[in-house]
């Protein structure tokens, strides 16, 4: 169980740290795909260390705030 609260920790922090810059990134009216690419090329890997994709992104932003 304090493996679990571990890991919703960190996935808390991540999202904290990746999701605004995403939010920025489309209030400047970009497609998913250029946000992923964007985030991508700003060596922002996902919690899994995988490539940004645009599907990824649509779950990032979907997620509560």
């Known amino acids: 169980a304090a493996r679990r609260r571990v890991l919703a920790a960190h996935t808390a ?3 904290a740290a990746v999701r605004p ?3 920025a990134l489309r209030g400047e009216g970009r497609t998913l795909a250029a946000v992923a690419a964007e985030l991508n090329g700003r060596g922002l890997a996902t919690r899994r260390r995988k ?3 645009a599907g990824l992104v649509w779950h990032l932003l ?3 705030t």
């Open 51 to 53: 490539p940004w994709t």
């Open 13 to 15: 922090e991540h999202r």
């Open 21 to 23: 810059v995403a939010v």
């Open 62 to 64: 979907r997620r509560a």
